[in-house]
C-alpha cells in the first residue's frame, strides 16, 4: 500500500508559479506511474502529467511548456512546478500512484492523495 500526501497549493495571480508536492509512503522508484491530476468545480477530474519509474514523463496540451513534473528518489517526493499560470488552472490537485505488483500472479494497485486546492486569480 501506498500513503499519499499532497502540499503547496494555495492562491496565487495569473502569470504566478506554484511548487506541489507529493510525499510518498515508500519509494517512488517501486511505482510504475505516478501522475497528477486536477478537477475543476463541475468538471470530470482530468490528467495533468503522470512519470514513470523510468523517468518518462507525459503531458496534457494545455499544459505544455508551462508545468514541469519530477520526481526525487531521496525523499520520495514527486513534484509538479506550475509556472505561468492560468484561471484556468484553478482546481483541486491530485496525485496518483498506480501500477502492477507482480507475486505469481499480478495485483494491480492504484492510490490518490487527499487533494490540494489551487486558485490562480485574474
Known sequence: QVQLVESGGGLVQAGGSLRLSCAA???I???N???WYRQAPGKQRELVATITSGGSTNYVDSVKGRFTISGDND???MYLQMDSLKPEDTAV???NARGVIYSGT???YDYWGQGTQVTVSS
Request: net charge positive.
Open 25 to 27: 509512503s515508500r519509494s
Open 29 to 31: 522508484l517501486s511505482i
Open 33 to 35: 506511474v505516478m501522475g
Open 75 to 77: 525523499k520520495n517526493t
Open 93 to 95: 490537485y491530485y496525485c
Open 106 to 108: 499480478y495485483y494491480p
